[in-house]
């Protein structure tokens, strides 16, 4: 069965660019998380989505950042403009409801802008 | 709030040593659950174990084994006779069942290095 599946892999942009990060979770899965990963910060909840619905959002660090779910299959993070403290290992993961089931991420997106 | 301290920044040990890697947690709440996830050199993280707080059996999967001691808010991790491919980042994790979904908190996380 296919995991969670990220892309790009890793990007490399210049300060003020947009940046797409997307996700496709796995299939059937109710829940998917957007993380950030940081030496400083260590992994941050984002933004999570129920049944494609955003849900909390309070994870988001600025308006800058916005993520959409158009359907079950399908997930972006949008960063504009971007600046070079974005810059970190952005992950999706995904899950089934109920029973806080275990999490199941992605290879990650590693960021750098320049 | 809930809270999760992996005090042990970096370990390194022999090949066929065991190590035990600590995980501390702080909650208000009665039920809740508590993760392991393993996060190799090649960045994923993986889903190693999950424990509700109900269920205080020591659990044990081929070289690895969980204590979890609710008395002492404990849940920590040994790999015994390490490997080489046991070398990671390994984060504890916290989820209360108060919480309509699977909102986990992670611990700052473990880098292991084991050597040959």
């Known amino acids: 069965d296919a995991g969670v599946i990220q892309s790009p892999r890793h990007e490399v942009t210049e300060m003020g660019q947009e940046v797409t990060l997307r996700c496709k979770p796995i299939?059937?899965?109710?829940?998917l998380f957007w993380y950030r990963q940081t030496m400083m910060r260590g992994l941050e909840l984002l933004i999570y989505?129920?049944?494609?619905?955003?849900?909390?959002d309070s994870g988001m660090p600025e308006d800058r950042f916005s993520a959409k779910m158009p359907n079950a299959s399908f997930s972006t993070l949008k960063i504009q403009p971007s600046e070079p403290r974005d810059s970190a290992v952005y992950f999706c993961a995904s899950s089934f409801l109920g029973e806080h089931q275990p999490q199941h991420f992605g290879d990650g997106t590693r960021l750098s802008i320049l | 709030a809930q809270k999760v301290t992996q005090a042990q920044t970096e370990i390194s040990v022999v090949e066929k040593e065991d190590v035990t890697l600590d995980c501390v947690y702080e909650?208000?709440?009665?039920?809740?659950?508590l993760f392991w996830y393993k996060q190799p050199p090649s960045g994923e993280l993986v889903f190693l174990i999950r424990?509700?707080?109900?269920?205080?059996q020591n659990e044990i999967s081929g070289r690895y084994s969980w204590n979890f001691q609710k008395s002492t808010s404990s849940f920590n991790f040994t790999i015994t006779a390490s490997q080489v491919v046991d070398s990671a980042v390994y984060f504890c994790?916290?989820?209360?069942?108060?919480?309509?979904?699977?909102?986990?908190?992670f611990g700052p996380g473990t880098s292991l290095s084991v050597i040959p």
């Open positions: 299939s059937g899965h109710d829940y």
């Open positions: 424990r509700n707080s109900f269920d205080e």
């Open positions: 989505f129920n049944n494609n619905v955003p849900i909390d």
């Open positions: 909650t208000r709440d009665t039920t809740y659950y």
């Open positions: 994790a916290l989820s209360e069942m108060k919480t309509s979904y699977d909102k986990v908190i």
